[in-house]
């Protein structure tokens, strides 16, 4: 009686880990095209905004 048969052993193929790895690289071809649209963003400064601090008191 053997208590571990390797030729009875199923193991998962290659395809599994291809389509890990083109996931991985899908995700990381969209997280720089996320950062480059995210650098082109220009928000305007409304100059009429007061510019506060977190030691301001209240009023000032």
């Keep these: 009686m053997v208590l ?3 030729k ?3 193991a998962p193929g290659w395809l599994p ?3 890990t790895g ?3 690289l ?6 720089l095209s996320m ?3 995210m650098r082109k ?3 305007p400064v409304d100059p009429r905004a007061v510019q506060s601090s977190p030691f301001a008191g209240p009023g000032e």
């Excluded at 899908?26 to 997280?31: I, N, R």
């Design 4 to 6: 571990l048969d390797l």
């Design 8 to 10: 009875d052993l199923v």
């Design 17 to 19: 880990l291809l389509l």
């Design 22 to 24: 083109v996931l991985l």
């Design 26 to 31: 899908v995700c990381y071809l969209l997280y």
């Design 35 to 37: 950062r480059r649209h």
């Design 41 to 43: 963003i220009d928000v």
